[in-house]
């Protein structure tokens, strides 16, 4: 348990040279699971994210689209907040290393270490690669090496010849190991602490930390030729992030300060494990509790990157799968120890099966039953019978083995087994068979119903962290409150079925994915659809579309699902139609009503959630990701067909 009840928690800072993408919200998740992990703990919760903005990387990529660098990193921020906000990442504080507060601790930080003398002016020549901001040791080159290519990103790198401040990283070699020896568990998963160990007693180089042929950076202090190393820009916000270097914030700083928890990538475990660790020694800082590192979310086996085409975009994801969805997937089904593949195919079989049947049919098929016997207030039972104890025997052997999974961040691993609970519970309400009880045992029904709702009251609350909005529905329809002050996690393991629940109907908590909604192509293989783009079509398959002008005359929301609206189309001569569409994200059905759009009305008419639609709706997914119709520029007779 960490000190003075509080948890502080770090995610690594985006490069913002574009939006978000899925590997960005990875880590940010994993962070965010985290802090409303600690938070049923009763923990004071510090959570820290933000934007890396300063550097060669950003200052070229400002430079190609020919923009001023600050205007450049300011036209991403609105892209990363909106996708925090909509995936519902709770952080305390977004810090951007290019706010006045980051600038100035950052500064005072080099300060520091300039006074303990670990800091040194000499020069530097050698290769960078700009996309990882690193320096290329010799030891990382192939002997004789031409021009290198960098070890963690495969790019080639550039020649650099400047004067430079260094760091006197070589004189905290031993002071490292001794440090990972004595705290074998600093870096998570244990295998990940190896790599840096064979780093550091492989022999450590001085670092250097400033540069002179790159402008767009943090002044050095009381050098203006020299701007700082990005990586030690950037590396500071994690004590910048909580005040220090400011006046004023140094009760801030202290309280929080050392991180709980630092989230990061597997690629840049060694500017955190070794290069960050040193540099606080040298400052006579604390250091980091533990640092968590994952893999790589991959696509088709590779990893995800702008010119391969393969990016996936989280904010495309959740209009089709919903934000919780696609939040389960990533933390059950990309093992925080390894790399792991992101597909549709299993993020859709992970929301039908895992989501849609296993939990969400057994909460409705509990509470659809207690309606219909009119049972609203479920009381516990006085005496169990033995299927209900040993129900309830595995909800404690269940929950002893999650908060050992989730104490390792072993997030994967906790889902699966409340899992194997949630199946457990399916299979007591099956062979129970209620539903007969309602008629002949009045007391067991209440009973089978009362240890089924004890079950998904703990299932729930375990799963809040993962899912916060459904586990937030789910618990309201038991009628189940969480005290945010109360370690609940310690209440849960006492294990007493003893509460009574007053059950809500609500609508159903998951959707399978609709065949209609199921996502094409989404913005996974840009590349892919360029292909596609090109395998042009004959004239004749064109006239085959009928594309036909209409006026959505009604329009309501379809109630057995969160995404259909139901629309009365006016297409002139050709009738009038019923149209579903799975807009209901984006659009309330008054906002339509009257408005022209244009609609595919050959296609063979098909059952969305058991209602015909008799064409389809053409729409078009904006830079957000939101929905918009498509309408004749000026108002066209009905049935007009496009041509
Ligand atoms: N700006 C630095 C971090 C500085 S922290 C003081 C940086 N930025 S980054 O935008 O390139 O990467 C940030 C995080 O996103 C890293 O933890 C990285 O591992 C993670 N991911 C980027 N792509 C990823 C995947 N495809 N999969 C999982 N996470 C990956 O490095």
Redesign the pocket.
């Known amino acids: 348990m960490p000190s003075k009840n509080k948890f502080y928690v770090t995610?690594?800072?985006?490069?913002v040279t574009a939006k978000p993408?899925?590997?960005?919200l990875?880590?940010t998740l994993i962070a965010d699971v985290l802090a409303r992990w600690h938070k049923l703990k009763g923990e004071k919760i510090f959570f820290l994210t933000g934007?890396?903005e300063h550097g060669q990387k950003v200052a070229q990529a400002a430079q190609q689209a020919s923009k001023d660098p600050k205007a450049f990193v300011d036209s991403f921020i609105p892209a990363y907040q909106d996708a925090w906000k909509t995936y519902e990442i709770d952080y305390t504080k977004f810090i951007r290393t290019t706010d006045p507060a980051h600038i100035m601790g950052a500064q005072h930080f080099v300060r520091h270490l300039l006074a303990t003398g670990d800091i040194y002016k000499d020069s530097y020549s050698g290769w960078y690669c700009t996309p990882?901001?690193t320096f290329i040791t010799p030891k990382e080159m192939e002997k004789d090496e031409v021009q290198p290519l960098c070890i963690s990103c495969t790019r080639t790198t550039t020649k650099v010849a400047e004067e430079t401040y260094f760091f006197k990283l070589s004189a905290y070699q031993d002071k490292l190991l001794k440090f990972y020896a004595d705290n074998p568990n600093f870096i998570m998963p244990k295998e990940r602490l190896h790599e840096i160990i064979s780093f550091v007693e492989s022999g450590l180089k001085d670092l250097s930390i400033s540069r002179t042929t790159v402008k767009w950076g943090i002044p050095f202090p009381d050098d203006a030729e020299h701007i700082l190393y990005?990586?030690i820009d950037?590396?500071s916000?994690?004590i910048t992030g909580v005040g220090y270097g400011n006046s004023g914030d140094e009760e801030n700083f202290n309280f929080w300060w050392p991180a709980d928890v630092q989230?990061?990538?597997?690629?840049?475990i060694r500017?955190?494990g070794v290069y960050?660790i040193a540099f606080l020694m040298a400052a006579g800082l604390p250091l980091p509790k533990q640092m968590l590192v994952?893999?790589?979310?991959?696509v088709n086996e590779q990893?995800?990157?702008k010119s391969l085409g393969n990016v996936v975009d989280p904010m495309v994801l959740q209009t089709t799968y919903g934000v919780d969805p696609v939040r389960y997937y990533l933390m059950r089904y990309?093992p925080i120890n390894q790399?792991g593949d992101f597909s549709i195919e299993s993020l859709e079989r992970a929301i039908e099966k895992d989501l849609a049947n296993d939990l969400g049919n057994l909460l409705n098929r509990m509470l659809i039953l207690a309606e219909k016997n009119n049972m609203y207030t479920i009381r516990h039972s006085v005496v169990w019978e033995q299927s209900a104890i040993n129900l309830r025997d595995e909800c404690l052997n269940m929950l002893t083995e999650v908060l050992n999974h989730m104490e390792d961040c072993m997030f994967h691993m906790a889902l699966a087994r409340i899992w194997k609970f949630i199946h457990q519970v399916n299979v007591y309400f099956h062979e129970n068979e209620p539903w007969k009880l309602a008629q002949t045992n009045p007391k067991l029904f209440e009973q089978v119903l009362s240890a089924t709702c004890h079950s998904l009251r703990t299932i729930g609350i375990l799963l809040s962290p993962i899912m916060p909005e459904k586990m937030a529905a789910l618990l309201m329809s038991l009628g189940v409150s969480i005290d945010q002050h109360k370690n609940i996690l310690q209440e849960l393991v006492q294990n007493d079925w003893h509460h009574t629940f007053v059950l809500l109907k609500t609508a159903a908590l998951f959707h399978k994915p609709e065949t209609e909604k199921k996502m094409e192509q989404p913005e996974i293989a840009e590349k892919q659809k360029e292909q596609e783009q090109q395998t042009y079509i004959t004239i004749e398959d064109l006239i085959k579309v009928e594309l036909v002008v209409g006026t959505i005359e009604q329009c309501e929301r379809v109630e057995q699902s969160d995404k259909l609206l139901k629309m009365q189309i006016d297409l002139g001569d050709k009738g009038k139609r019923q149209i579903l569409a799975g807009i209901r994200q984006s659009y309330a059905p008054e906002e339509l009503i009257g408005r022209q759009g244009l609609f595919v009305i050959n296609l063979k008419p098909r059952k969305m959630a058991g209602l015909e639609s008799q064409g389809m709706m053409l729409i078009a997914k904006d830079a957000t990701g939101k929905t918009q119709l498509m309408s004749p520029a000026q108002l066209v007779p009905n049935g007009t067909r496009l041509q």
């Not at 994952?294 to 991959?298: E, P, Q, T, V």
Request: hydrophobic fraction near 40%; charged fraction near 20%; proline fraction near 2%.
């Open positions: 995610t690594p800072i985006y490069y993408h899925l590997g960005s990875y880590s934007t890396d990882c901001e990005v990586w950037a590396l916000n994690y989230v990061l990538g597997k690629d840049i500017f955190h960050w994952h893999g790589w979310i991959k990893k995800m990157s990309i790399d």
